[in-house]
Nanobody
C-alpha cells in the first residue's frame, strides 16, 4: 500500500506564494507519476499539474501555467508544487495523487493524500 502525506498549505494574500510538498511511502515501486489536484466545495475535483518521477514529463492546467511549477525528487518519492502569483480562485483543498500514467484524469490515479487547505485572501 502507498501512503501520501501533503504539507505546506495555509493562508496567503493574493499575489503571494506557497510551496506544497507531498511525500510518498510504502510500495511505490513501479509507480512513477505524481500529480496535484484541487477541489472546492460543490465543485468537481480539478487537475492542477502532474510530473513523471524522472522529472522529464510534466502537464499543467491552463489556469496555472506560468504561475505554478511542479517538481519531483524520484529518489525520495517526493513532489512539490511551487505556487506563485496566487489568486483568490486558487483557494481549494489540494490533493497529492500517485499513478502510473502521465494524464490529467483523476480516475487514472490510484493513491491519494488527505489534502491540504490553501486559502488565498483578496
Amino acid at each position: 500500500q502507498v501512503q501520501l502525506v501533503e504539507s505546506g498549505g495555509g493562508l496567503v494574500q493574493a499575489g503571494g506564494s506557497l510551496r506544497l510538498s507531498c511525500a510518498a511511502s510504502g510500495r511505490t515501486f513501479g509507480i512513477y507519476v505524481m500529480g496535484w489536484f484541487r477541489q472546492t466545495p460543490g465543485k468537481e475535483r480539478e487537475f492542477v499539474a502532474t510530473i513523471e518521477g524522472s522529472g522529464r514529463g510534466t502537464l499543467y492546467a491552463d489556469s496555472v501555467k506560468g504561475r505554478f511549477t511542479i517538481s519531483s525528487n524520484y529518489a525520495k518519492n517526493t513532489v512539490h508544487l511551487q505556487m506563485n502569483s496566487l489568486k483568490s480562485e486558487d483557494t481549494a483543498v489540494y490533493y497529492c495523487a500517485m499513478g502510473s500514467t502521465l494524464v490529467v484524469a483523476d480516475t487514472s490515479y490510484n493513491y491519494w493524500g488527505q489534502g491540504t487547505q490553501v486559502t488565498v485572501s483578496s
